[in-house]
């Protein structure tokens, strides 16, 4: 599957790379947590070490309405990488570090902005500017109601698209993974680094 432009910093590996391991995660779910920090730290050093050029690893984002403040997370890893594509990784595993700040019982009595003033905090802590992050996610405010849009903030469409991807092939949990393009129903949050060796062993031309 292929990945838009704008979104590179999704991408791990060589873009060349024959073979594209792609999996829907979202950030405030435990069990794509559990996954992506086993890419993070041990499978995703394994690849690059034993079939370096082969495999390419894609982060595609995963919205999963049952948590209500899935969507304001996942549009601040895109404002991340609109600032600069290659802290989109780095970002990543801050906000799977700090996921349970971000759980319903954690925010469900804050507004969107305190949200997105918590998440700009941690935009810092990575090295890009706190008031540039705002700048994407704020949302016009009009004095009128008959003003009012409804039209989101700068990160709204390529929310859309991320969101438009995963409808249209099916994807309905995470985390899903896809290898060249099918999904693998074997791969599970919970293999060790032994069970992903096997499987890339059988995997991997």
């Known amino acids: 599957m292929s990945l838009a432009p704008q979104f590179a910093g999704h991408r791990w590996g060589s873009n060349n790379a024959p073979h594209i391991l792609e999996v829907y995660l979202d950030y405030v779910c435990p069990f794509s947590a559990k996954l992506y920090k086993r890419l993070r730290n041990e499978v995703l050093p394994f690849i690059d070490q034993n079939y370096s050029g082969k ?8 919205v999963q309405p049952w948590h209500p403040f899935s969507t304001v997370v996942h549009e601040a890893a895109i404002a991340v990488e609109k600032l600069d594509p290659s802290k989109f990784f ?3 595993d ?10 319903d019982e954690s925010v469900q009595n804050l507004t969107r902005a305190q949200i ?3 998440l700009a905090s941690h935009v810092s802590e990575i090295g890009l500017s706190s008031s540039d992050f705002l700048l994407l996610l704020h ?3 009009s004095i009128k109601s008959e003003e009012a849009r409804n039209a989101g903030n700068k990160i709204t ?3 859309k698209w991320h969101i438009k ?3 249209q092939i099916g994807i309905h949990v995470s985390p899903t993974s896809l290898f060249d393009g099918i999904i693998d129903n074997d791969i599970s949050s919970g293999w060790t680094l032994d069970q992903w060796k096997e499987w890339l062993a059988k995997k991997v031309i």
């Open 55 to 62: 495999v390419q690893f894609i982060f595609r984002q995963q």
């Open 157 to 159: 469409n390529e929310l």
């Open 90 to 92: 780095v970002f990543s």
């Open 116 to 118: 997105y003033e918590s």
């Open 165 to 167: 991807l995963g409808r």
């Open 139 to 141: 949302i016009p405010v």
């Open 94 to 103: 801050k906000l799977f570090d700090v996921q349970k700040q971000y759980y």
